[in-house]
C-alpha cells in the first residue's frame, strides 16, 4: 500500500484513497471547507512524490511549480512526502483591529500586516491557531486598510468557537485570497442589479454593493436580505441608508411570499446570489421563473462547517 510521510509521521493507506481523508484519518488535521476545490483551505505541499489531481485548474501554475496541491481534490497513487501548509511560515499576519457583535453575528475587522490587493466579491482562508475557515471579505478595496469579515457564530464550530474568544490586538493569519463568483462588472453600469443573500451571505454582496455605487451604477440596485430573526439583519441601518438602492427586509418563514413579488422589468437584470445551498437555490428558481437568463445570475454558496 503507498506510504504517506508528513514530518515525522509515516502511514499506509489503500490505493486510490482521497487524499484529504487519507491525512485527516492520520490525525493530521488538515483544514477543509467546499471539498470542491475552491475554498482552498486544504492546501497541502507535495516534496516527493504525486498525487493523482482532478482539479488541476484550481492553482496558478506557479504554485504547482512549487508543489501545492488540493488535498480534496487529489488521490493517492503512490508513496508521497508532504508538508502541510503551515499559517506561521505560509500564512500573512493580521491583527484584529476590531470586534463588534450583532446578536449572533460578528465583525471582525483585520489590519494585515502588509496590503493586500483584492476585489469586493473575494474570499480568504483565516488561521486561528491551528484552526482555519475561508470567510468572504465585506471590505471595499482602498477605502482602508482593514479587511473585513462577518461571522455567523449562531451555531457551535472550531473556528466560531475560538473567534468568540478573540480581543482586539490578537493575531491571526491570512492564507490564500481567492475569487469566488461573485464581483462588480463596469459593463453592468446601466442594467438592473439584484444583489440577494441569506444571513451572512450579505458579505460579499456589501462590498459588492459599495463598489457598484462607487463607479457611479446608474441601473436599479435592489437588495433582498433572507434573515432567521429580526436581529439577524445586522446591516439593515446601513444599507437602508444607501441612496437610490431598495432594500427588503425577509424573514426566512415570509421567503417563498418575497420572492413570489419578484417581478423582472428588464431581461438585462444581473442577479448576485449569496447564502447557505438551500437559500441561493431557492433564490436561483424563482430568479429562473420570473426570466431572468442563467448566464446573468452569479451565485456563492456557503457550506456548513465544523
Request: with cysteine.
Amino acid at each position: 500500500m503507498p506510504e504517506l510521510c508528513v514530518g515525522e509521521r509515516r502511514f499506509t493507506v489503500p490505493p486510490a484513497s482521497n487524499l484529504l481523508d487519507a491525512l485527516n484519518g492520520a490525525g493530521c488535521a488538515v483544514p477543509y471547507s467546499c471539498r470542491a476545490g475552491s475554498c482552498h483551505a486544504c492546501l497541502v505541499r507535495c516534496l516527493d512524490g504525486q498525487p493523482v489531481d482532478a482539479k488541476p485548474e484550481a492553482l496558478s501554475a506557479a504554485q504547482r511549480d512549487q508543489g501545492w496541491r488540493l488535498a480534496c481534490q487529489c488521490t493517492v497513487a503512490g508513496d508521497l512526502e508532504l508538508a502541510l501548509f503551515d499559517p506561521l511560515q505560509d500564512g500573512l499576519p493580521a491583527t484584529v483591529a476590531a470586534l463588534d457583535w450583532f446578536d449572533d453575528v460578528l465583525r471582525l475587522r483585520l489590519r494585515p500586516g502588509r496590503a493586500l490587493r483584492y476585489q469586493a466579491g473575494q474570499h480568504l482562508v483565516l488561521w486561528c491557531a491551528d484552526v482555519a475557515r475561508p470567510y468572504s471579505l465585506a471590505s471595499l478595496p482602498g477605502e482602508d486598510d482593514m479587511l473585513e469579515f462577518h461571522l455567523d457564530c449562531s451555531r457551535p464550530g472550531a473556528f466560531c468557537d475560538r473567534a468568540r474568544q478573540l480581543q482586539v490586538g490578537d493575531e491571526l493569519r491570512l492564507g490564500e485570497l481567492r475569487g469566488g463568483a461573485l464581483h462588480y462588472d463596469p459593463d453592468w453600469q446601466v442594467r438592473p442589479l439584484w444583489l440577494l443573500a441569506a444571513g451572512t451571505g450579505l458579505a460579499p454582496l456589501w462590498g459588492i454593493l459599495r463598489e457598484a455605487l462607487r463607479q457611479g451604477h446608474q441601473g436599479e440596485i435592489r437588495v433582498v436580505h433572507v434573515a432567521r430573526t429580526p436581529a439577524g439583519h445586522y446591516l439593515a441601518e446601513a444599507l437602508q441608508a444607501m441612496p437610490g438602492v431598495s432594500v427588503e427586509l425577509v424573514l426566512a418563514e415570509q421567503l417563498d411570499e418575497a420572492l413570489a413579488g419578484l417581478r423582472l422589468a428588464s431581461r438585462q437584470t444581473m442577479a448576485l446570489l449569496c447564502g447557505a445551498p438551500g437559500s441561493v437555490e431557492r433564490f436561483a428558481r424563482r430568479l429562473f421563473i420570473a426570466g431572468v437568463p442563467r448566464n446573468q445570475v452569479l451565485a456563492d454558496v456557503f457550506t456548513e462547517h465544523a
